[in-house]
């Protein structure tokens, strides 16, 4: 805002400095017109200082008329613009500076209508793809990454990121724990747990891939947000009571932001301080937690009876 007010004091000083100039130039035609006039008309000193003060004078008077008509029609188009942009964004443009303001404050630096619409961003998807370092995803049953064929390209890029050797971090809510959230979403139960069960199969197997490089961790308690963490940006997608996350609008932050750095620290990095257990992610284990599904299921009922 200050630097904003520095140019425009700056175009107004500029301004001021024009029309002193025109105003000498008006003033110094007139006298030289005068002076001309005082000699006869057919004499070469005559004729030069008429020709001198009248080009000055028609000079100055047309710069006037182009400032004062172009001012006038930069301040009508001006609010004119203003208007019609305001009418496009759904607020003052005033407002909405205030809103990029704060939101780049925070590092914001995209927001998406759903967390598919994200995931399908090219820009997004490139910044996935030049990763070199890390890629953590936080997420219920990351059915939305892993299983649907819309985000096969995600799963992909995932395999191949393995290969090339970076890192892949998954952290999952508990399949045990799943049913609590089922009803939220007007699930069946067992129904987010199978969803799990089947995610942590694929997890398995991009396992086998690279074994130091796959980690899982699960959570013991229904999820919070759904994201993607990069060295470079960070994709947050909140859980809401009542429906699925991916039909939720998305925010994108940018690296070493105070949003990026406040989910980073708070969400993702929780498995650091010993809060989430990792997951050894066998076949067999994967089996156990399969075959526990009903009876832990039948436990979160009775549980949730008591309560009604």
Do not use: W
Not at 2 to 24: A, W
Not at 61 to 82: C, P, V, Y
Not at 203 to 220: A, E, G
Not at 269 to 297: C, P, Y
């Amino acid at each position: 805002m200050h630097e904003n007010n520095n140019i425009s004091k700056t175009n107004l000083k500029n301004s001021k400095s024009r029309f002193t100039i025109l105003i000498l130039a008006l003033i110094i035609g007139g006298l030289l017109i005068y002076l001309g006039s005082l000699y006869k008309p057919d004499t070469f000193k005559g004729i030069l200082l008429l020709t001198f003060g009248t080009t000055f004078c028609a000079s100055a008077i047309i710069g006037t008329i182009m400032i004062i008509a172009g001012f006038s029609d930069l301040k009508e188009n001006a609010l004119e613009l203003s208007e019609i942009f305001g009418q496009k964004l759904g607020m003052h443009c005033a407002d909405r500076f205030k809103l990029v303001q704060s939101a780049s404050k925070i590092g914001l630096t995209n927001v998406y209508k759903t967390r598919t619409e994200a995931l399908k961003n090219e820009n997004y998807f490139q910044c996935l793809k030049e990763e070199n370092d890390t890629i953590f995803i936080v997420g219920s049953s990351l059915k939305g990454i892993l299983q649907d064929r819309h985000n096969r390209h995600i799963l992909q890029l995932i395999e191949a990121k393995i290969k090339t050797g970076v890192e892949i971090i998954f952290m999952l809510t508990h399949p045990l724990f799943a049913d609590f959230r089922a009803a939220q979403e007007h699930r069946d139960p067992k129904d987010i747990g199978k969803e799990i069960i089947k995610s942590l199969k694929t997890i398995q197997r991009l396992n086998d891939l690279n074994s130091d490089l796959v980690s899982t961790y699960l959570y013991r308690g229904t999820p919070t947000c759904f994201g993607i963490r990069t060295s470079s940006r960070m994709l947050i997608n909140a859980y809401p009571y009542g429906k699925q996350a991916y039909e939720s609008p998305c925010i994108e932050f940018g690296e070493e932001s105070v949003g990026y750095n406040s989910y980073n620290s708070t969400h993702f990095q929780t498995q650091i301080a010993g809060k989430i257990e990792k997951f050894d992610i066998t076949v067999d284990k994967v089996k156990d937690l399969e075959a526990m599904l009903d009876d832990f299921s039948k436990e979160v009922d009775k549980f949730e009876k008591l309560y009604k």
